[in-house]
């Protein structure tokens, strides 16, 4: 079941009629157990609104609590985020020392500067485990380290995890504001006075470098 058809009108009305069936039996038991007469016609009426105030309590708690859960859980995927970029970040940063590193050494072992030239990738800064790959692409020696590819797998687990991160906190943002605009959680909202949440921008605006400017 998709969290489109469970924030629906129709699903909650049937958990409701449901909730108020299963309220107004538990109404009746109450009444049998605490009643020496017979349940005569007369309390036919006071177990109906008894039962009635019982499914609209147990819905009202239960709808709170579905929204608190709702809201609790993008906090958790925002530092998700947070710590996945924290770990890219410094994969990145053992990539460009990979690859300065190496770069530096195939310039010194050639004759001259002509030469180097032939050799140099056209990547002047590692940026993301594309770059990375080209690197190690280019390079038949690094291709072949296994340290270097390990880096490279997990470069590329670390970006398929922050993209995953960030789909679950839009997600997640998304679907609160679902559920305190749908019925009959807008009742809450008015009473709670709820504001929609906003998905923060996560892009990472980077300056453009010189040499990627050619000056």
């Not at 079941?1 to 699903?11: I, T």
């Not at 109450?30 to 036919?44: Q, R, S």
């Not at 940026?127 to 990375?132: E, G, L, P, Q």
């Given at each position: 079941?998709?969290?489109?058809?469970?924030?629906?009108?129709?699903?909650n009305i049937i958990k409701f009629g449901i909730t108020l069936i299963a309220s107004w039996l538990v109404v009746v038991v109450?009444?049998?157990?605490?009643?020496?007469?017979?349940?005569?016609?007369?309390?036919?009426k006071q177990m109906?609104?008894?039962?009635?105030?019982?499914?609209?309590?147990?819905?009202?708690?239960?709808?709170y609590n579905k929204?608190?859960?709702?809201?609790?859980?993008?906090?958790?995927?925002?530092?998700?985020?947070?710590?996945?970029?924290k770990m890219r970040n410094s994969l990145i940063?053992?990539?460009n020392k990979v690859t300065d590193k190496y770069l530096n050494h195939e310039s010194n072992i050639m004759n001259n500067f002509a030469e180097a030239r032939k050799y140099e990738v056209s990547i002047h800064k590692v940026?993301?485990?594309?770059?990375?790959k080209t690197v190690v692409e280019k390079y038949p020696d690094l291709k072949a380290n296994e340290p270097t590819l390990k880096l490279l797998e997990q470069l590329?687990?670390?970006?398929?995890?922050?993209l995953q991160n960030r789909i679950n906190y839009t997600e997640s943002i998304a679907n609160y504001?679902?559920?305190?605009?749908?019925?009959?959680?807008?009742?809450?909202?008015?009473?709670?006075?709820?504001?929609?949440?906003?998905?923060?921008n996560e892009e990472e605006n980077e300056i453009i470098s010189d040499e990627e400017l050619g000056i």
């Open positions: 079941m998709n969290e489109e058809f469970k924030n629906s009108l129709f699903w109450i009444f049998a157990m605490c009643t020496e007469d017979e349940l005569v016609p007369k309390y036919n109906f609104i008894g039962g009635v105030i019982l499914a609209f309590s147990i819905s009202f708690i239960s709808s929204i608190q859960q709702a809201k609790a859980k993008i906090p958790k995927y925002k530092a998700d985020i947070e710590s996945t970029k940063e053992k990539a940026k993301n485990a594309a770059d990375f590329e687990t670390s970006e398929k995890n922050l504001n679902i559920q305190i605009h749908s019925f009959p959680f807008s009742i809450i909202r008015g009473i709670f006075k709820m504001d929609d949440m906003i998905i923060e």
